[in-house]
Structures are given as C-alpha cells and as structure tokens.
C-alpha cells in the first residue's frame, strides 16, 4: 500500500486469486461485522460458481465444475451507477476515485442498483434489524446503517484512510485477496496484474473494473502462498 | 472462464444470493409501471389536444378539461414517484443532476410542465389575467411559449422512463433504443383513447385526421413491439434470451399478450370499421379509450416483470 510516488494520484484496486479462494466466506462475514450491516444485507459476498445452490458444482460427473467468486463492488474506473445517480449522492472521491455514496444526499430511487452490471448495491429498504446480534458492530468511524438509501462496499474507506488495508483482506485466512494502489508499479497488485492473466468481470460495458480476478487454473507456478503472507 | 448457465429463479431466498442465477427484477414493479403510465397519459393528452386544436372536450372550473386531467395525470405520477422512493422528503434532491440523469431530467420535467400547465390554465379559471388558454392556433405570443414550452417538457416526460430502463446494466433486457420509443409510443396511444373518448363523451366530433393517426400509431407501435424483441433476440445474450421467454411464455405473458391484443390489435380492428362506416359512437370510442389505456399500463408492467438481472459473471 506505500506509494513513494505522490505526484500520481492513487487509484485502489483488488487482486482476487480464485486459485486460492476456498469459498470459506470469511471476507462475506468479516465485511458484515466490520460494516455493522443490518441482517440480509451483504456488500461482499462468496459466490459459488457451479451448481445452483450455495457449496454446490455443476458440469458432469468426469468433469464437476466448482469454485468460487468473492463479489463485492468493483469501484470502476467508469461507474455507470455514479452516471445514473440524479442527486450526486453516488460519487468518485476526488483524491483516488473511489466510487462512495453520501447517504445524507441519497433519495433511495434504486436507479445505480438497477445500473450497476455487477449487482453489488443493496436497497436498505427495511428498517435495519439485527435479530441475531444483540450488541452494536462496527469499526469506529463507520457510517450507521440507514432505511431508505443504497448500501455498497467502500473499500473500507475508512481504514484505507488510516493506511491500512480493507477488512476483507486481512481476514482472508487463504491469502487470496490482495489490494493496493494500481498506479503504483511496485504494488502486489501491479505485480500480480503483470505476471498473471488477470480478467475483469463484463468488460464489454465499457466500465473498467479496479478489482481483477485471476481465473481458476491461470495462475502462473512462480508464486507459493509463501510470497504473500505479511 | 465463465462457463455456466444460470437458471431462473422466481422468488429470491437470501441464500440464493451466493449462487448464480437470473432473477427478475423486483426494485421497480408496479408503482413504477404506474408512474410510467399516468404521466405518459397525462403530457400525451396535452400535447394531441394542440396538435389536432381539440377544444370541445368539455370544461372543469371554466378550463379545459383535457388540461385539466393531463395535468392531474401527470402530478399523481409525480406523486406515486416520491411516494416510491426510500427517502420521499429528500425528493428535491433529484433535480441535482440533469446533465447525466435521466431521473433528474425527468423530475425538472415534470415540475415544468406543472408549472407552465398550470399557467396556461388559468385563464379560465381567472379571464382577467393577459393571456388565454386557447389552442395553439388560436393562442396569442404568450400563451404561444406556454404552449411549446409544456410541450417539450410533456415530450421528455413521455420518454424519460424509457430512458431510465435503458440505462440499467444490470437489466439487458431494458438496453435497447426501442425501450424509450415503445414508452414515447404507448403514452401515444392511451392519450388517443383518452382524448376520443372524453371528445365523444361530451358530444362532440373530431376531425378524421385525427382517427387516421390513431389508427397508425397503433400499427406502427405493434410493429416496434415485435422489431423490439426481434432485436434484442438478436444480441447474443442468454439474460436477454431468459427475459424474452419470460415475456413471451413466462410470468409477465398475461400482461404482455394482453397488452398486444386488447391494447393494440382490438382497437386497430374497431377504428378500422368505424373510419369504414364513417360511424364514431362515443360508447366505442369509450372502449377503444380504455382498452389502449389498459393496454399501455399493462405493456409498461409485463417490461419492468421481464426484467431478468444480469449474472455478474455471464
């Protein structure tokens, strides 16, 4: 995350290694405590790409399909949702383009939610309820939750602010969730965007995703778990 | 690397979130088909009334009551909107961003063509005051710029939702050009209806030209509707593909076929044999009126339930 370059402004982004990830949900679970999101509310979740059913694969009986995805906003470079947004509450912070949601501003018409190809925005229509937790979560600093707005992952902007890394990276007991500046040439993930074969979702809509995945099975041999652990 | 065909799911489990699937979308259902759909009506009305210079549909409180009921119209639009939205008192709100939103384009419509409706009404309610609220042709210069001014912002009301829907990725079934065209369309065609059956009711004759164009916004709206679906069938897209047979075949088909035959195809067969007979009962025109109503409500509802979310991965 250090950047000696500070002429260039930063642009963040994450490196996902499905070769690693495990479905294991804990950056779904971490984010959810660490954001105090209300129940049935998830700005990060683990999707099984596979069978039809959550831990399940599809295919054939030789060749079974199954790994899985973590989604959670791909702050891109072009957010149509910010585009589509008719009170600016949908925004890209100035300073590393962040795409935020200023809930004071947001009138709840769930158009970015429609918008966003990727369907990572939530409509916190319902009063938020936390039935299996009695007491309050949340890191200090995080925004309550609010009924009538559009939630989303932040990237943790509160913690990259404090200079340190999304929750979801550090709890990530695989090591498959990396992140970083992409303007900065000696971060992990310009290094990891250089040496592998990195895919971004839907890339025909034109939106530019800041969060890379490298695809099952892609990922070249030099690297070991080892080269990751901080 | 994305190789996998999602199936469709009715009902969403929050479950059902951590595997792939097609849901159809369910932010925008009814309260939004018919907030499309009175405010289509209600500027539609308006902008037939100046362009065929109807002026015997009846009065309410001296002023005309197309105006009246077009401007009624489309202020419950606006008001289902607000009521729709998460935080209704902040509504001001979306008149912030008309240079990228469409939301916002349309809300500064709407509030526009309020207004100015509103004054251009008034004289009827008010003689005194230095301008009429007669027909184009028969308006002086103020009333004139009342009259374009309404007009322009009743033509972004009738294509803005369309515009809305276009604009949502996540929904590719809504992607198309013909999305706006097929709403300016439908509030055509219910407007129509509406104005020959308020014209007939009160006892008066409209020009024929007038069933002339009806009779061809009809057609050409069936068309548009069937080069539509052709059109998205085209583009190699299984969610699109999904959306269809939902349309053709699925859930929202009651509302879709009943949208084409009784909103379209009954009113084309009615009008042809009234202009054959050169007969315009007002009990026909009243159920042309509320067959292309029905219709244009229920087109609106079978698009927002066709709605299938794209998979982020497919």
């Known amino acids: ?230 | 690397m994305w190789t996998i065909t999602p199936s469709i799911i009715e009902n969403e489990r929050p479950v059902d979130r951590f595997a792939l699937h097609y849901v159809p979308q369910t932010h925008w259902r009814v309260w939004h088909a018919l907030w499309f759909w009175a405010m289509g009506i209600g500027s539609g009305i308006f902008c037939l009334r100046q362009f065929f210079g109807i002026s015997g549909s009846g009065l309410f409180l001296g002023m005309n009551a197309i105006d009246i009921v077009g401007l009624v119209l489309v202020a419950i639009g606006g008001l289902i909107l607000i009521l729709d939205l998460g935080k209704p008192f902040r509504f001001l709100n979306s008149l912030l961003k008309p240079k990228k939103a469409w939301i916002s384009r349309g809300a500064i419509s709407d509030f526009a063509f309020l207004g100015i409706g509103v004054l251009y009404v008034l004289p009827g309610l008010i003689p005194s005051l230095p301008w009429s609220d007669a027909v184009f042709s028969q308006a002086d210069v103020v009333s004139r710029i009342f009259i374009v001014l309404a007009i322009f912002f009743a033509f972004i009301i009738m294509i803005y939702p369309g515009f809305v829907l276009y604009y949502s990725r996540n929904i590719p079934f809504w992607n198309s050009i013909f999305t706006p065209i097929l709403f300016f369309e439908y509030a055509l065609t219910s407007s129509f209806g509406l104005v020959g059956w308020m014209v007939t009711a009160n006892g008066e004759a409209l020009p024929s030209s007038f069933y002339v164009v009806f009779i061809a916004t009809l057609a050409i709206t069936l068309v548009s509707v069937f080069v539509y679906l052709f059109e998205r069938n085209s583009v190699q897209n299984p969610c699109i593909r999904a959306s269809i047979n939902y349309l053709l075949k699925g859930k929202a088909s009651g509302w879709f076929w009943f949208s084409q035959i009784v909103g379209s195809l009954l009113p084309i067969a009615m009008l042809v044999v009234m202009l054959t007979n050169g007969i315009f009962p007002a009990s026909s025109m009243m159920w042309i009126g509320v067959c292309t109503i029905l219709g244009s409500f229920s087109f609106r509802y079978s698009q927002l339930l066709a709605g299938l979310r794209v998979s982020p991965l497919v």
């Not at chain 1, 070769?19 to 950056?27: D, I, K, L, N, S």
């Not at chain 1, 199954?66 to 910010?82: A, G």
């Open chain 1, 1 to 230: 995350m250090e950047n000696n370059d500070k002429k260039k402004k930063k642009r963040w982004g994450m490196v996902i290694d499905l070769t690693r990830c495990v479905g294991c949900q804990t950056c779904a679970v971490g984010c959810k405590i660490k954001n105090n999101l209300a129940d049935g509310l998830w700005w990060n979740r683990v999707i099984t790409v596979g069978g039809d059913q959550i831990d399940t694969a599809g295919g054939t009986y030789e060749h079974p399909v199954r790994y899985s995805i973590p989604l959670n906003c791909q702050n891109c470079e072009n957010p149509i949702c910010v585009d589509v947004c008719p009170t600016g509450a949908s925004y890209q912070r100035e300073e590393d383009k962040l795409v935020l949601i200023d809930y004071d501003k947001c009138i709840g018409c769930r158009a970015c939610v429609q918008a966003c190809p990727y369907g990572v925005r939530i409509a916190n229509t319902e009063e938020p309820r936390y039935e299996h937790c009695d007491v309050q979560l949340g890191e200090e600093g995080v925004t309550p939750r609010y009924q009538g707005v559009v939630e989303k992952c932040t990237f943790c902007v509160e913690r990259i602010d404090q200079g340190l890394n999304p929750f979801c990276i550090d709890v990530c007991p695989e090591r498959a969730r990396f992140f970083g500046d992409l303007n900065d040439e000696d971060s992990d993930v310009s290094q990891l965007i250089r040496e592998n074969p990195v895919e971004t979702l839907h890339p025909q809509m034109g939106t530019n995703p800041n969060v890379y995945f490298i695809p099952p099975a892609k990922k070249k041999t030099r690297r070991t778990g080892l080269d990751f652990i901080r």
